[in-house]
């Protein structure tokens, strides 16, 4: 018995406990996400050993992404998805980024289309974008991904409340003010 409560409240592997079905990470995140067990370890791996390598336009396209968050944009670099890997993903919202050098033109067009079909049938949305643009013009990209984000539904419209409701700012006397009391 006392096993099994150390397991609830530390569902920490180090304290014998393992993690509540809906903790984030561990099963389901939400109505019709993919289980996190369903990825394989070598799609894990992989998607490990592109996230230390990045190209020069996914990481000018990370640092824009990472500057969402305070908007409740969680962006993942290299996350998988099924068997695939996509570049950027924002699971909430079910978006898909995706950067495409020369080579998808030709040679990788078929494969591009298979998983597109695919991430669409899983409720992504896959926005691509060809590298050039993201270094040459990465604003551009940025309004393309945030006005993608808009349409999901999943990003909240204002997320900090003018003013904001836990009252804050600054005293009276701080602004040169007389108090009342």
Same mark, same amino acid.
């Given at each position: 018995m006392m096993a099994a409560r150390q397991a609830l409240l530390h569902p920490s592997p180090l304290w014998g406990g393992v993690a509540r079905v809906s903790a984030p990470g561990w099963g389901l995140l939400e109505r019709n996400a993919m289980p996190h067990s369903a990825i394989t370890r070598q799609t894990r791996g992989r998607a490990r050993t592109l996230r230390k390598e990045p190209t020069d336009a996914e990481r000018k396209l990370w640092?824009? #992404? =990472?500057?969402? &968050?305070? #908007?409740? #944009?969680?962006? =993942? %670099? @290299?996350a998988p998805v099924g068997i695939y890997i996509v570049d950027f993903a924002w699971h /909430?919202? &079910? !978006? /898909?980024v995706e950067l495409d050098g020369s080579q998808h033109i030709t040679a990788r067009k078929a494969y591009d289309? &298979? =998983?597109? @079909?695919? #991430? +669409? *049938? +899983?409720?992504? =949305?896959? !926005? %691509?974008?060809?590298?050039?643009?993201?270094l040459k013009s990465p604003a551009s990209v940025a309004e393309a991904i945030l006005s993608a984000a808009r349409d999901s539904g999943a990003m909240s419209k204002d997320p900090t409340p003018n003013p *904001?409701? @836990?009252?804050?700012? +600054?005293?009276a006397g701080a602004r040169g003010e007389e108090s009342d009391s």
């Open positions: 640092y824009l #992404l =990472r500057s969402f &968050k305070p #908007l409740g #944009l969680h962006f =993942r %670099r @290299q /909430a919202g &079910k !978006l /898909a289309d &298979k =998983r597109t @079909q695919w #991430l +669409e *049938s +899983e409720g992504y =949305r896959v !926005l %691509r974008f060809w590298n050039n643009n993201v *904001s409701p @836990q009252g804050g700012g +600054e005293h």
